[in-house]
Nanobody
Framework: DVQLVESGGGSVQAGGSPTVSCEVS????????VGWFRQTPGKEREGVAA???????YYADSVKGRFTISRDNAKNTLHLEMTDLKPEDTAMYYC????????????????????????RGQGTQVTVS
């Protein structure tokens, strides 16, 4: 079975710079498009960032310039470094893995990430105050 386990997050002050991480098992990690989406009760799910099997990165406009996504194929891990956090970044952050490793062929759409056939973690809460 494919498993995704998130870590990091927690409560941070506005302007803080936490990192959330995800460990993936049960799949050829290097072949996956992996990324993060977030959700807050009462709001639509929002794709945050993704990185393709070829390490091409994609970001939602709301986080561009503040968040950095990276992957370590040797350790099957994914990281999201967040800086200059704002209260509106408060959400449950989920890791997702899409077997189509090219992240929609370069046409990554944060409103459609992750796709239905993706694998997802249980999430980690980030609260900004």
């Amino acid at each position: 079975d494919v498993q995704l386990v998130e870590s990091g997050g927690g409560s941070v002050q506005a302007g803080g710079s936490p990192t959330v991480s995800c460990e993936v098992s049960g799949y050829i990690y290097s072949s996956l498009c992996v990324g993060w989406f977030r959700q807050t009760p009462g709001k639509e799910r929002e794709g945050v960032a993704a990185i393709s099997a070829r390490s091409i990165t994609y970001y939602a406009d709301s986080v561009k310039g503040r968040f950095t996504i990276s992957r370590d194929n040797a350790k099957n891990t994914l990281h999201l470094e967040m800086t200059d956090l704002k209260p509106e970044d408060t959400a449950m952050y989920y890791c997702a893995a899409d077997p189509w490793g090219d992240c929609s062929g370069g046409h990554w759409d944060p409103s459609k990430f992750p796709p239905r056939n993706s694998y997802r973690g249980q999430g980690t809460q980030v609260t900004v105050s």
